[in-house]
């Protein structure tokens, strides 16, 4: 059996022999018995010894090394792609792509509106001079209507006159509100513009006169044929491409 001890940091072993119980004796010592040894045993277990140095301090190399803790468990979620892999994300946008034929019939449908918005000016105008008395077949017809149709294609390209709802793609009260907020913003636009043409204000008469007419030739030319001819919508592709900061006009 070995002891450690410690004195001012130095370290001495000292060993020593196991101690036993005295011999027990039998019930006569004038029987032929011998007696027996029995050695004590201590049935605690022994104490986790720890080198201890003078000034305090514990010996690092005898210390009890704590088991580090089990690294987390790893995320096993796969990534999932939510678009085509070889197609770059940053600065791309998808949209629908129509088919050549959906395309064909959109334009055709602005240009059919385009070309009934301008005839229904050039209507107007044309009553406008009939009625005092001006001829109508002339380049002052057209020069009369010039002022409102660039205050209705500005209003209309802005407001949506031509897109979707315009055409009558979501339905007809939606293109009826396109026609109508087009109107409301191009018709006083043209009175402006025709007023800074030609330097003066017009009368209060001729401006109520104007509105309410081009409100009937306009918007209501516009639900007739969208109710007669209504656009059809066909399901379509998706497509990326660059975008553009013009495709809010769209």
């Not at 305090?56 to 210390?63: K, L, T, V």
Request: aromatic fraction near 10%.
């Amino acid at each position: 059996m070995f002891l450690l001890s410690s004195t001012s940091g130095a370290l001495s072993v000292k060993r020593c022999s196991p101690k036993f119980t005295a011999p027990i004796l039998s019930q006569s010592l004038h029987s032929g018995r011998r007696p027996k040894l029995i050695p004590t045993r201590n049935s605690r277990k022994p104490p986790h010894l720890t080198l201890a140095k003078a000034e305090g301090g514990i010996d690092s190399a005898s210390a009890p090394k704590q088991s580090p803790s089990p690294p987390p468990p790893f995320n096993n979620d796969e990534t999932v792609f939510v678009g085509q892999e070889d197609v770059p994300l940053e600065g791309v946008i998808q949209f629908e792509k129509p088919d050549p034929s959906s395309r064909l019939i959109k334009w055709g449908r602005v240009a059919l509106f385009a070309a009934g918005d301008v005839l229904a000016l050039l209507l107007f105008s044309a009553i406008g001079r009939y009625s005092h008395g001006l001829p109508i077949f002339s380049e002052d017809t057209i020069r009369t209507a010039d002022p409102f149709l660039a205050g209705w294609f500005l209003s209309a390209y802005f407001l949506g006159g031509y897109g979707e709802d315009g055409r009558g793609a979501n339905g007809l009260s939606k293109a009826v509100i396109a026609a109508a907020k087009s109107w409301g913003l191009g018709i006083p636009l043209g009175l402006v513009i025709r007023a800074a043409r030609s330097g003066h204000i017009p009368p209060y008469t001729f401006a109520l006169v104007t509105m309410g007419t081009t409100s009937v030739l306009l918007i209501g030319w516009r639900t007739l044929i969208i109710s007669i001819f209504p656009e059809e919508t066909k399901k379509k592709n998706d497509v990326y491409r660059r975008g553009s900061p013009f495709e809010l006009f769209e």
